[in-house]
């Protein structure tokens, strides 16, 4: 009788065992798996918000700069991981102005709403993300946003 006793008690011992391995084997795969999740999720979120950062502050004119030179003015209405939609769009055009013989001749910038171009275009661009260099926001009393609200 003590002899299964002693049998019985090893026989449980080693279940215990058995047990106590598989549920730290299970802790760590849990473990593991959480950890993969939250790094995936992350590194989504994450890719997800570079690509979407919102570019305009409402209200205000940008000023779009692109990777040629040139640059835009106007109000950014929508934006998407690839584009950008610029409505009421100015430029800057230099003028020659005509000046005496033997004078160095004098340029002056002119703000160009869109639109009145040969092709007639509509005042709005969609413009590639990968071609802005960067966008500021004017304040409202610099001379080209009182200009744009003065055409408007």
Do not use: C
């Not at 640059?71 to 430029?91: A, C, E, M, P, S």
């Not at 013989?101 to 040969?118: A, D, F, H, I, Y």
């Amino acid at each position: 009788m003590e002899i299964q006793k002693e049998e019985l008690n090893q026989e449980i011992n080693k279940v215990e065992k058995k047990v106590s391995s598989s549920k730290r084997k299970f802790s760590w795969k849990i473990f593991i798996f959480t950890i993969a999740i939250v790094v995936i999720v992350g590194g989504a979120y994450f890719l997800y918000w570079k690509q979407n950062v919102k570019l305009a502050e409402k209200g205000r004119i940008q000023a779009v700069f692109l990777v040629n030179g040139q640059v835009y003015f106007g109000h950014i209405v929508k934006q998407t991981r690839n584009w950008i939609i610029l409505r009421d769009v100015y430029y800057l055009q230099i003028q020659q102005l005509s000046t005496k013989e033997g004078e160095k001749p004098k340029s002056q910038p002119t703000l160009v709403k869109l639109g009145n171009e040969l092709h007639k275009p509509t005042s709005e661009m969609k413009i590639n993300r990968d071609q802005i260099l960067f966008v500021e926001n004017l304040k409202s009393d610099s001379p080209i946003s009182e200009t744009i609200k003065k055409a408007e």
